[in-house]
C-alpha cells in the first residue's frame, strides 16, 4: 500500500488556499479573478498558450492529454485547493494538455506575470508552488510504479484510498466520497477499462466493502478495503 500512504503526504502537507488567504495583501485578490465552469467545460486544451494559472475553490478538475487516435488519457484528477496550469511558470511555450471541469466549479485565474510577482513578494507562497511542482513529479513516479508492478484491481483499490484520504468525509466507522467521478475517469487514471473498474466495484459492494451511485461512493469497511492491497488476487 505504498502509492497511497506515500500519496497522503502530498494532500495533506500543502494548503495553498490558506497561504493565500494570510500571506498576501488585497492585491492578490485584484490579480485574480473568479469563474464558474459547468460539468464538462474546458478550461484550455492543448496548443493554447501557457499564460494563466488556476486554483480550485471547489469542484474537481480533470487534466489531460490526447494520444494519437484521440484516446483521452487522464493524468490527474484535481480538487478544491489544487492548483493546475502550473507550466506556465517556467515556460511559454504551448499547452500539451487540456482541463475540463469534472463537475460543477469555481477557480481564480491568475496572469502568469501577477502569479510571478506574488511568488517573487512572498516567500511562503513561492516555497508552496516548488513544493506542489516537486509533489507532481512524486506522484507521476509513484503511478508509473503502480503500472509497471500492480494488477488492475489493486490499482483501482489503490486509487479508492487515496481518494478518500484527499477528499472523503468521515461518517461514524464510514468514509463518504460525494460528487464522486464515473466509471470511465476511473479507468483512464488507472490506466484500465471501465468494464474492469465496473467489475471491481461490483465485487466490492458484493462483499460489503463499499456502496456507490452516481452521486457518492461510501466505504463502509475502510481497513477491509486496506487489507485487499496485499492479499492475493
Known sequence: MQMAEQSLWYAENIDLENTLKTNTSAEAEFFARKVKFRKGDYIYLPEENSDTIYFIYSGKIKIGTYRDNDKEVITAMLQKGDVFGEVAIITDQKRKDFAQAAIDSEVSVFRQEDFKKLMSEN???????????????????????SLVF??????IIEFLLLSIHKSGQRVGYEYVLRNF??????ANLTSTSRQTVTMV????????????????????????????INSPS
Open 201 to 228: 466495484l461490483n465485487d466490492l459492494r458484493n462483499e460489503n466493502i463499499i456502496q456507490f451511485d452516481r452521486k457518492r461512493l461510501l466505504v463502509r469497511d475502510l481497513e477491509k478495503l486496506k487489507s485487499l
Open 181 to 186: 467521478i464515473t466509471h470511465q475517469d476511473i
Open 123 to 145: 516567500a511562503t507562497i513561492g516555497f508552496l508552488f516548488m513544493k506542489i511542482m516537486s509533489n507532481r513529479v512524486m506522484e507521476m513516479e509513484d503511478r508509473l510504479e
Open 150 to 155: 500492480k494488477d488492475s484491481k489493486t490499482r
